[in-house]
């Protein structure tokens, strides 16, 4: 062979062993200096790879270092993983267990950094539980918060000016009815917070407590009083006095303020803690890309709402177009004969073997729902007066595929799906887009953080703390805060 052949060919195989892809690298793990969550993450997306064209060489060849100095000089105590979605997009997740300095950031491809590798931090890195609040307005802007929402704009309308004192007095009077309603009255106060509870099952009102602790380490909150609703279904009927009570679920027969659920707002402050489910692990724990899934729809879930069981009679009937079973029998017993039997749990990862997800009210709203859209399958949504707080943003047939409330078109929705194939998968990627956009960690602290800061500027008089109210403080924690002197210090 000629020389400047051989020369040539040797050039083609340097060329190809050394191939890099473009990447973008973003996220808020990515400034965690003013960004501060129970579980920081990022993204590293490598732009030229997707479903059909990733390999798994890609996540062997695919690296990253998370390294930092604690305030004794030792490495710093963190945890991180790597979430691969099998389709050129890793989620980076790291937990800090202590105050960190000297943060680096190393991503590798081929045991060499990949473009503005490594990504170096100066200051103090706080973990989630220091307590190290800053001022609201500030923290809103560092923390990328929107500056409102509509769903708030709309919850607050009938608040103008309220006299909180008034307001707890009538709801009391109204719902304090112990075998039926559970609420709490809260306060904030020079950041510190506050309860009375009523009624006989309380135990909710640690999702509650967890995330006013979460906010109070991060901002001053300003001084307020809300009342929480602890039960799953809203309480204000429309055409009633309006009373300001906060919910984790409206609908459209009520006008409660509606927060983001206890379910993923538990997901949001325990991601990387004791939930292994959030809208995040859901991204990287799917097996199959789109095409290797199987054609049908699944379910699983327990008998909280009749339509559930209809949705069994339509999977026995079309056992080609759906894999439907119940896991429990609570609210109908009696008919376990007839429905059942019922199936054991089935990994919620497990779900997305199949490319459709059918999402049915239980007692209210299903709370599985930013799960299902993160999942990247096709959500096909039974219609509900019950909503969520981010409801309102979401399109049918660009974010999901609509369902009759009685289900009676089930059916040929899935199978206009199954049909038009490539306009389900845009969707089911539309609703995945849409979930990283809306419905991640930081967004669901925004959104607390955005609706209370909101509901303070409502309240009129003096806000005080009633004698006999339960002090809920926040949990001793050793770390070291760039602007205040923290309580404890045993590591300094």
């Keep these: 062979m000629p020389t400047y052949l051989l020369k040539f060919t040797?050039?083609?195989?340097?060329?190809?062993?050394?191939?890099?892809?473009?990447?973008?690298?973003?996220?808020?793990?990515?400034?965690?200096?003013?960004?501060?969550m129970p579980?920081?993450?990022?993204?590293v997306n490598f732009t030229e790879i997707d479903e059909n064209s990733y390999s798994p060489d890609l996540a062997k060849n695919f690296a990253v270092e998370i390294t930092g100095k604690s305030f004794k000089k030792d490495a710093c105590r963190l945890w991180s993983n790597t979430l691969n979605r099998k389709d050129g997009t890793f989620i980076?997740?790291?937990?800090?267990?202590?105050?960190?300095s000297e943060l680096s950031i190393n991503i590798y491809y081929k045991n060499k950094h990949i473009e503005n590798s490594p990504f170096k931090f100066k200051g103090l890195i706080q973990p989630d539980q220091c307590d190290c609040p800053q001022d609201l307005q500030s923290w809103l802007k560092q923390y990328q918060c929107p500056l409102s929402y509509t769903q708030i704009v709309n919850d607050l309308?009938?608040?103008?000016?309220?006299?909180?004192?008034?307001?707890?007095?009538?709801?009391i009077d109204k719902y304090h009815n112990p075998q039926s309603t559970s609420f709490c009255h809260y306060v904030i106060k020079d950041n510190q917070i506050y309860r009375d509870c009523y009624g006989k099952h309380i135990e909710f009102n640690m999702f509650a407590d967890n995330v006013l602790l979460s906010l109070t380490r991060?901002?001053?909150?300003?001084?307020m009083e809300l009342v929480i609703n602890l039960g799953d279904w809203p309480l204000l009927s429309k055409g009633t006095e309006p009373l300001p009570i906060f919910s984790w679920c409206g609908s459209t027969e009520t006008i409660d303020i509606v927060m983001p659920t206890y379910d993923i707002t538990e997901s949001t402050l325990e991601n990387m803690g004791r939930v292994t489910l959030d809208t995040l692990s859901v991204q990287g724990n799917i097996d199959r890309k789109w095409e290797t899934r199987e054609p049908r729809a699944f379910w699983r879930g327990r008998d909280s709402r009749a339509e559930r069981l209809k949705l069994i009679d339509i999977a026995r009937a079309h056992p080609e177009l759906i894999n439907a079973s119940l896991t429990n029998f609570f609210f109908f017993r009696e008919k376990e004969a007839q429905y059942g039997p019922k199936l054991p749990h089935v990994s919620?990862?497990?779900?997305?073997?199949?490319?459709?997800?059918?999402?049915?009210?239980g007692t209210v709203a299903a709370y599985r729902l930013p799960y299902l859209l993160a999942g990247g399958g096709l959500v096909l949504k039974q219609e509900s007066p019950y909503y969520e707080h981010f409801y309102g943003q979401l399109k049918p047939y660009v974010h999901y595929v609509p369902v009759k409330r009685d289900l009676s078109d089930l059916v040929d929705q899935l199978k206009w799906v199954i049909k038009y194939d490539e306009k389900?998968?845009?969707?089911?990627?539309?609703?995945?887009?849409?979930?990283?956009?809306?419905?991640?960690?930081?967004?669901?602290i925004c959104y607390h953080a955005v609706l209370f800061n909101e509901w303070s500027k409502r309240i009129s008089g003096e806000i005080t703390v009633k004698e006999g109210m339960t002090h809920v403080p926040q949990t001793k924690?050793?770390?070291?805060?760039?602007n205040k002197e923290n309580t404890s210090h045993e590591e300094l």
């Design 348 to 361: 919620f990862f497990k779900f997305f073997d199949y490319k459709y997800q059918i999402n049915i009210d």
């Design 424 to 444: 389900a998968h845009d969707i089911a990627k539309n609703a995945r887009i849409f979930a990283n956009e809306n419905l991640l960690p930081q967004h669901i």
């Design 10 to 36: 040797f050039l083609l195989i340097l060329f190809h062993k050394c191939l890099c892809y473009e990447t973008k690298v973003f996220g808020p793990g990515l400034q965690p200096v003013n960004i501060v």
């Design 157 to 171: 309308k009938p608040f103008q000016q309220v006299d909180m004192k008034d307001q707890v007095a009538k709801i």
């Design 477 to 482: 924690f050793a770390c070291h805060c760039a």
């Design 39 to 43: 579980a920081r993450y990022f993204f």
């Design 92 to 100: 980076i997740r790291y937990k800090l267990y202590e105050t960190c």
């Design 218 to 223: 991060k901002v001053v909150l300003p001084d």
